[in-house]
């Protein structure tokens, strides 16, 4: 007989849990309001059906429940691990090789038990296969093994921003930090994907930070981590959640107000000014409510720097 796990996650932020036992396992139950959506998903020997999305992702890739066609086909025979490359929020990375096509690509493996990383797991699938951009960080497939998903992204070979600000920010005296032809090149790039977000898939990234902005060996630059990008409805184009990292959020999302595409663009501003002079721009606290303070109050004027262009400046006050 399979075990079987029936959960239903919410992707509303609030709500109460509780918990039952059923014929087929232990069933999760998430009470929430007519307005959010509610995914079932159920994690068997063969895989993780994501039912609401008609999605089963098993060892040999991802099948449409529906038709029982293979969307994606790849398995763990395809690849052989190199090494970790981190840990991120949502599980580990791994560097692989693609051993069909000779590609390194990287893999970020996800505990489907963990009710958190499922809940991001189950958003990160939707949002990873109905986007394919050139600037989004591209998506191979998915497979499941042994209580984990595998899933296979382009690799990003020079890392993240937050990696290179830190690097560059070693050298004291070198200012700017980064070139302005430089972060005109970074920010194009991820305008291109923020566009992309905005304007075809209806959706606010809400996460805008330098450690999901990723360069390849290329110097292409692509977004990740937009799985918990917010889809906006066609006569409702406000966000009310809380999600994302408070230093990047704009005045109005950390104060708990509606927000909208302009907030990933602020955060944008700031990333930007970061590379230029090597540091965050605002006073640096761990207290919420200092930083709201600091972000609310401070004149966006005062950010700018002499040895800013006046292009530049001009671009940085637009955002």
């Known amino acids: 007989a399979k075990l079987g796990l029936m959960l239903d996650i919410s992707s509303s ?130 497979y499941y093994e042994e209580g984990y998903v595998k899933i296979a992204l382009e690799l990003m070979e020079l890392g993240s921003l937050g990696g290179i600000i830190k690097m560059i920010n070693k050298n004291k005296s070198m200012i700017p930090k980064v070139s302005e032809e430089v972060i005109a090149s970074i920010a194009q790039q991820t305008l291109n994907g923020l566009a992309y977000l905005h304007l075809c898939d209806k959706s606010v990234h809400r996460d ?20 918990i990008a917010k889809i906006l409805d066609e006569s409702l184009d406000l966000c009310k959640t809380w999600v994302g990292t408070a230093h990047y959020m704009s005045p109005e999302r950390m104060s708990g107000e509606k927000y909208s595409f302009p907030g990933d663009i602020w955060a944008l ?21 200092e930083m709201l303070n600091y972000i609310k109050t401070t004149d966006t004027v005062s950010l700018m720097r002499e040895e800013f262009s006046e292009e530049f400046t001009d671009f940085l006050l637009k955002c």
């Open 13 to 142: 932020e609030d709500g109460n849990i509780e918990g039952g036992q059923g014929a087929g396992g232990h069933i999760f139950e998430r009470n929430i309001g007519s307005s959010s959506l509610s995914i079932s998903c159920e994690i068997n020997t063969d895989g993780l059906n994501i039912i609401k999305e008609d999605l089963h992702v098993a060892r040999d890739g991802i099948r449409d429940t529906k038709t029982g066609d293979i969307i994606v086909s790849i398995s763990p025979d395809d690849f052989e691990m190199v090494e970790k490359l981190g840990i991120g929020a949502s599980g580990h990375v791994y560097k692989a090789l693609h051993k069909p096509s000779g590609e390194y690509m990287a893999i970020k493996s996800i505990n489907v038990f963990d009710q958190a990383k499922r809940r991001q797991l189950v958003n990160d699938l939707k949002s990873l296969y109905k986007n394919q951009c050139p600037f989004l960080v591209k998506f191979y497939g998915a």
């Open 208 to 227: 805008i930070k330098p450690d999901n902005i990723l360069i390849n060996k290329n110097g292409e630059v692509k977004l990740t981590d937009f799985g």
């Open 269 to 289: 501003g700031i990333i930007l000014i970061e590379m230029a002079i090597g540091e965050y721009p605002y006073p640096f606290s761990a207290n919420y409510i």
